[in-house]
């Protein structure tokens, strides 16, 4: 049973975004007594979860991924499917009798003495006690700014888009980047009876089993990432020789920097649910990044022009903050990543707290219960004081 705010300051904590980050805050806020609101511009939790691909599930075990307060059901499985997390959040926001207003979105947030000032849908201003941003990690789908994209005459769509490959059947289709998505989604392409899949590659990615041996490679995540950025390096190109073929001769060599260097640099493994198969069979052929569009043709990096029926972009996401938080000092970076995120606040920015912007690899859904309940206990000693 949720706690009764009891010591709750004049104006509640606002939290942005009813994903699992905001949802997560707000339960641990509420169960320490402090009064959280959940603003969502759209009109459900769990928004991005409901607009995934079907294919897709959680890379991170069932055990390793609920958030405070609620387990997700054993009866969901080891690895939890897209639209089962989608009913996890729901009953969450139940079970916590969370307060969530849909259909609000924030425009702008400004500093007002100790308190904070949103600017939001329909002309509202509200005013909290403390704000934490939960927007979102993959918030705006990103394009490269690639040369002639704006004539490009043939059909072009951001994985976002994508649902399944029953539109794709028979077609020729370019998938382009190989992270976890582009991966995911050319191995599902090819699955699903898309007539040519190809998978156009600018950095190698280095590629981990989701599971060795019965071990779950984010346990390996847990484990390691307070080590040696070296020692890591080393680990994970010992145990890619042991347990992953050398895929060289199909277009994807061994990366050459090592995994935790990767990482540092901001890009996770993929993890192979289909791709290793798919490119070993020559299901999914590895071509050379893009470089740029001219009529109907797609220009690639070792010159070669080629005209699929479609292109997927897998190319990321901005975070969009800009618009929200860039005229505060001191809240965001060059690239307009929050400068601090968790229990930290920007120094110039008291009271301002981020849930989510990171991608650690030792799971998303894990860091974001263990930050929601860090930043709680941090508004929650703030709360007792006033």
């Not at 139940?94 to 849908?121: N, P, S, Y």
């Not at 260097?261 to 993929?270: D, F, I, L, N, S």
Request: glycine share 12%.
């Amino acid at each position: 049973m949720a706690t009764t705010p009891q010591h709750s300051p004049a104006h509640p904590v606002y939290v942005i975004g009813g994903g699992p980050g905001g949802l997560a805050v707000a339960a641990s806020l509420r169960e320490r007594g402090v009064r959280a609101v959940v603003l969502e511009k759209s009109d459900a939790v769990g928004t991005s979860w409901r607009t995934h691909y079907d294919r897709l599930r959680l890379h991170t075990t069932r055990r390793l991924s609920g958030l405070p307060g609620l387990r997700i059901p054993r009866s969901f499985g080891r690895w939890v499917a897209r639209a089962d997390v989608v009913r996890y959040l729901e009953k969450y926001a139940e079970k916590h009798e969370l307060e969530v207003v849909t259909g609000v979105e924030v425009f702008r947030i400004d500093r007002a003495g100790d308190e904070w000032v949103l600017h939001a849908t329909g002309g509202r201003r509200l005013t909290g006690s403390a704000v934490v941003v939960a927007t979102g990690y993959n918030h705006t789908p990103r394009l490269p700014e690639w040369p002639g994209l704006d004539a490009y005459a043939g059909e072009l769509s951001h994985a976002r888009e994508y649902r399944n490959p029953k539109p794709y059947a028979g077609k020729d289709v370019l998938v382009v980047g190989v992270g976890n998505t582009g991966a995911e989604i050319a191995a599902d392409l090819a699955e699903g009876g898309a007539g040519r899949v190809r998978l156009a590659v600018r950095t190698v990615p280095h590629i981990v089993r989701r599971t060795t041996l019965g071990w779950p490679a984010q346990r390996s995540g847990i484990l390691v990432r307070r080590l040696p950025t070296a020692v890591v390096d080393r680990l994970g190109e010992v145990i890619a020789r042991c347990f992953l073929p050398d895929l060289s001769a199909h277009g994807l060599p061994r990366p050459e920097k090592g995994l935790a260097t990767r990482q540092r640099e901001g890009a996770v493994p993929v993890q192979d649910v289909g791709l290793i198969e798919a490119v070993r069979a020559g299901k999914v052929e590895v071509v050379a990044a893009v470089v740029g569009f001219e009529g109907g043709e797609v220009l690639l990096a070792d010159g070669t022009r080629i005209a699929p029926d479609a292109v997927i972009a897998a190319t990321g996401y901005r975070r969009a903050l800009e618009p929200l938080l860039g005229h505060l000092d001191g809240v965001l970076d060059a690239s307009g990543r929050p400068v601090v995120h968790g229990a930290r606040c920007p120094r110039e920015a008291p009271g301002l707290f981020f849930q989510g912007f990171t991608n650690p690899i030792s799971g998303m859904l894990r860091e974001l219960a263990i930050d929601a309940e860090k930043i709680a206990r941090r508004i929650a000693r703030g709360a007792k004081g006033r």
